[in-house]
């Protein structure tokens, strides 16, 4: 059964002689829409890429099928939503474009892989282990795995305002103007002690630019203001202030409730989607049922501000 609805048409004035009409058409709860009608590589006008913003900051996860793009057209179209971020993983850059990285399981002939072989294996949202997170992440599919005609490597989406949303008043009252510490270190030791790490080690240099954070576990959208959780399971170690016990109890908790089918969408690949999520709204896992067939993305961080 097709769940689709579609919400949005742009005025017909707008979409130009033999151009398809711009729609927005809801995939998720809430979450995940395919932008229609926008072709990436043509470029987008001013009114265009307002009508794409609108729609990335309403459904905070937003799809742009069928698109031809060499890296410099990605660069190009995720500047124009704010200041691209060079990832410090200076070795898994696309080359000639370090603001690209690579996400992929493909090996080299001496076995090392070409991109980040294990990004996203845990729940989380993009660099919130640095002290101004990304705000929105633009990915872009370029080889995407199938077995049996099956479509392999989803990503899946959780909508932290409506996990938020949904919290009992006596939790909301809890975790109110509490804060919780996110850590890269500690997501690279949780992910090697369950035999997960697929990737170089960090430098010691790598490392001392990287020092834990702390972030409020509620933090408010900086763009339509709604109330987001903010506690990761790849990421978040601690709960400031609390005893160990409590502390933990009180994240699982809340992964739960972001763990929660509800508030998801669950993106199936294809090759040329050009993906763009909000990483406030939401947090995101990657599936990894594809052992070695081939999948290839290309990421682009933007800055976001200091949550708050
Ligand atoms: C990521 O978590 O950044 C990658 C997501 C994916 O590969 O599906």
Request: hydrophobic share 35%; aromatic share 8%.
């Amino acid at each position: 059964m097709d769940s689709s609805i579609t919400l949005r048409h742009s005025p017909p004035s707008d979409t130009g002689a033999g151009r398809p009409e711009r729609e927005v058409v809801l995939k998720g709860p809430g979450i995940g829409a395919e932008v229609r009608g926008v072709d990436v590589a043509r470029g987008l006008d001013d009114e265009a890429f307002e009508f794409v913003r609108n729609a990335l900051h309403e459904y905070s996860v937003i799809v742009l099928r069928d698109q031809d793009l060499a890296p410099a057209e990605q660069t190009a179209f995720t500047k124009r939503l704010g200041e691209m971020r060079v990832s410090f993983y200076n070795r898994y850059g696309v080359p000639g474009h370090p603001e690209l990285s690579v996400v992929s399981n493909i090996r080299k002939e001496d076995g090392e892989a070409i991109g980040i072989a294990d990004a996203g294996m845990l729940w989380h949202t993009d660099a919130s282990y640095l002290k101004t997170p990304d705000m929105y992440t633009v990915l872009y599919g370029l080889q995407i795995p199938q077995r049996d005609g099956q479509v392999l490597g989803d990503t899946v989406f959780t909508s932290a305002w409506r996990a938020y949303e949904a919290l009992p008043e006596a939790m909301k009252k809890r975790i109110a103007g509490l804060r919780a510490t996110h850590s890269f270190i500690h997501h690279l030791d949780k992910k090697k002690r369950a035999g997960n790490l697929k990737r170089a080690p960090l430098t010691e240099a790598q490392k001392a630019e990287l020092p834990d954070v702390d972030h409020p576990i509620v933090r408010t959208h900086p763009v339509n203001g709604r109330p987001c959780l903010f506690v990761t399971e790849g990421h978040t170690s601690a709960v400031v202030g609390l005893p160990e016990d409590e502390s933990d109890a009180l994240l699982e908790a809340l992964w739960t409730q972001l763990k929660n089918p509800a508030f998801h969408y669950r993106h199936s690949w294809r090759k040329g989607d050009l993906i763009v999520w909000d990483n406030c709204a939401v947090h995101h896992l990657a599936v990894f049922d594809y052992g070695d067939i081939p999948r290839r993305l290309h990421r682009a961080g933007i800055l976001g501000p200091e949550p708050f």
